[in-house]
C-alpha cells in the first residue's frame, strides 16, 4: 500500500497536466509562431514559494480597490466633511488681529484643506495596506498555506530526526515518501515521512497552479472543510493593552482587567466546517501582469468541474471590500448569487458569501468553457 501511494505522488503531476492543460495559441501576426505555454496542474511541492508569493503580492495589489470602498462609507465621508469644516472655521480666527492681506484668507484655506485631505487619504490608505491587508495575508501564510500538500492535497507529514550511527536501511522506511534536510547550525538530519491521509479524512480539497512558459503565475483552491479551521497565527497583543500597561507602570498604577493581556486567548474560527454537499472556492491570485486576459474563468471553471467531479452541489465564495472586481467575475461569469453580508467594521469594511449550484453552472457553462480552454481552442 505505502508503495502505491509513492507511485501516485510520482505520477499525479503528468497526469494533471494531460487533464487540466491548456493552451493559448492566438491567431499568428508578425511572423510569431504561437503565444506562451499555459499550462493548468495540481500544485506541486516546489510550488510553495510560488504560491505565497503570488498571493500576497495580488492582496496588496487589491489595497486602493478597498480604499476607494471605504471612502464610499458615509462616516468616512462625514469624518472627512467634518474636520476639513472645522478647519476651514478656525481660518478667520487664526488670522484676527493680524495685518494681512485679503488673500491670505483663501490661501490659508487651500493650504488647510490640501494639508487635511492629504494627511486623511494617507492614514485610509496606511491603515488598510499595513493593518487590514497585512491581516489577512498572515492569516492565510499561517493556515492553509503553510502547508498546501497537507492542508489541500491530504496528505500527512512527520519529520523525524535521523539519529547518528543508525543503519541506512532503517532510513529507508517504506511508511512514504521521504526527504532529508540538514540544519546549518546542529548539522542533524531530519527525515521528512510523507504519507496519504486515511480515506475517512480525505476531502474534496485540491490546489492548482497555473504556469506560463513554467512560471508559476496563477493560483486557486477548492477547499472542503469536515471540522471547523481555528487560526493557527499567533495573535498580537493590542497596542491599546502595551501602552496601557506602560502607563499604568510609569505612575504606579494597579493595571486593570481591560488592560490584561491573556496567557491563552480563545482561537479565531478562520473557516466554519462544510456541509458534505458543498466547498469553498479559495486563494484564488494571479499575476499583475497576466490580469484581463481571461485567466480567472480558466481558473474557477477547473474549480467547479472538479466540484461536479467529486458530487459536490455547492460551491461557496467568501469576498470582502478587497476583493469587489473578483466579485463581479463570480456574479456575471459564473452565476454565483450572494446570500449574506456582514459588516466587519465601521468603514466599510464587509464580508459577503457567494454561492453557485454546481450542477446549474455545468448546464450553462461547461460546455463552452471546454470548448475555448480545455480543448486547445481559442
Avoid at 492582496?59 to 476607494?68: D, E, H, Q, R, T
Avoid at 490659508?108 to 484643506?113: K, T
Wanted: hydrophobic share 40%; proline share 7%.
Amino acid at each position: 500500500m505505502a508503495s502505491t501511494e509513492k507511485e501516485v505522488l510520482q505520477t499525479r503531476p503528468e497526469e494533471d497536466i494531460n487533464k487540466d492543460a491548456t493552451a493559448s495559441e492566438p491567431p499568428k501576426q508578425g511572423g510569431v509562431p504561437h503565444g506562451p505555454d499555459i499550462v493548468l496542474r495540481s500544485f506541486q511541492p516546489a510550488d510553495l514559494p510560488y504560491a505565497k508569493h503570488l498571493y500576497y503580492t495580488t492582496y496588496f495589489n487589491l489595497v486602493p480597490g478597498a480604499v476607494k470602498h471605504k471612502l464610499m462609507s458615509p462616516l468616512t465621508l462625514s469624518l472627512y466633511m467634518g474636520a476639513f469644516a472645522y478647519l476651514m472655521s478656525l481660518v478667520p480666527i487664526l488670522l484676527a488681529g493680524m495685518n494681512v492681506p485679503s488673500w491670505s484668507y483663501p490661501v490659508l484655506r487651500v493650504f488647510m484643506g490640501l494639508s487635511w485631505t492629504i494627511l486623511f487619504f494617507a492614514i485610509l490608505f496606511g491603515y488598510t495596506d499595513r493593518k487590514e491587508a497585512v491581516d489577512e495575508i498572515e492569516d492565510a501564510i499561517c493556515n492553509d498555506m503553510a502547508d498546501i500538500e497537507e492542508y489541500y492535497l491530504g496528505w500527512n507529514k512527520e519529520e523525524r530526526v535521523v539519529e547518528d550511527g543508525k543503519d541506512s536501511e532503517k532510513v529507508q522506511t517504506p511508511i512514504g515518501e521521504k526527504k532529508v534536510t540538514f540544519d546549518k547550525n546542529s548539522k542533524a538530519a531530519v527525515e521528512v515521512i510523507k504519507t496519504k491521509k486515511p480515506e475517512s479524512e480525505r476531502t474534496a480539497s485540491h490546489f492548482w497552479v497555473l504556469t506560463i512558459n513554467s512560471i508559476p503565475s496563477a493560483t486557486v483552491a477548492i477547499d472542503q472543510r469536515l471540522k471547523p479551521v481555528y487560526n493557527d497565527r499567533p495573535q498580537p497583543v493590542p497596542p491599546y493593552k502595551t501602552a496601557g500597561q506602560f502607563l499604568c507602570r510609569r505612575y504606579g498604577f494597579a493595571i486593570p482587567n481591560f488592560l490584561q493581556i491573556d496567557d491563552a486567548p480563545e482561537p479565531k474560527l478562520l473557516f466554519p466546517a462544510h456541509k458534505p454537499n458543498e466547498a469553498s472556492l479559495q486563494r484564488l491570485a494571479i499575476q499583475r501582469e497576466y490580469q484581463g486576459f481571461g485567466l480567472s474563468t480558466i481558473l474557477i471553471s477547473r474549480a467547479m468541474m472538479w466540484a461536479n467531479e467529486h458530487k459536490l452541489e455547492w460551491v461557496n465564495a467568501s469576498i470582502n471590500e478587497f476583493q469587489g472586481k473578483a466579485a463581479n467575475i463570480l456574479k456575471t461569469k459564473h452565476g454565483f448569487k450572494q446570500v449574506s453580508k456582514k459588516r466587519t467594521g465601521w468603514f466599510g469594511q464587509c464580508d459577503i458569501e457567494l454561492r453557485c449550484n454546481v450542477q446549474e453552472w455545468m448546464e450553462r457553462y461547461a460546455d463552452d468553457v471546454k470548448e475555448k480552454h480545455f480543448n486547445g481552442k481559442k
